[in-house]
């Protein structure tokens, strides 16, 4: 079992920037993909950004919405990974979720965090 804790969401306006940062509660090592994702009201929880192969150095991958926009990294000393958010829009607003991915594909879930871009 894993625990992950997301902080850093809030209210933003048009243009500006957040970074979400998720803690895990063992080695993210132990884990063999993490990523974002968001659910907007009434929408579908979709997968915004994930890092795939943690132990190998990881292969970044974005939905195409947030591509040169968001940026998400491993810090491997703090086991946590952040999720850096430049350029909002409004249509950024939502829940993020932190997920992460064992080698057993057992699937763990962080509580959300609401992101709000005023226009």
């Known amino acids: 079992q894993v625990q992950l804790v997301e902080s850093g969401g809030g209210l933003v306006q048009t243009g500006g920037s957040l970074r979400l940062s998720c803690a895990a509660s063992?080695?993210?090592?132990?884990?063999?993909?993490m990523g974002w994702y968001r659910q907007a009201p009434g929408k579908q929880r979709e997968l915004v950004a994930e890092?795939?192969?943690?132990?190998?150095?990881?292969?970044?991958s974005y939905v195409d919405s947030v591509k040169d926009r968001f940026t998400i990294s491993r810090d491997i000393t703090k086991n946590t990974v952040d999720l850096q958010m430049n350029s909002l829009k409004p249509d950024d607003t939502g829940v993020y979720y932190c997920?992460?991915?064992?080698?057993?594909?057992?699937?763990?879930w962080g509580q959300g965090t609401q992101v709000t871009v005023s226009s």
């Open positions: 063992r080695s993210i090592f132990s884990m063999n993909n």
């Open positions: 890092i795939r192969r943690i132990r190998s150095g990881g292969i970044t």
């Open positions: 997920a992460a991915r064992d080698f057993m594909e057992r699937d763990y």
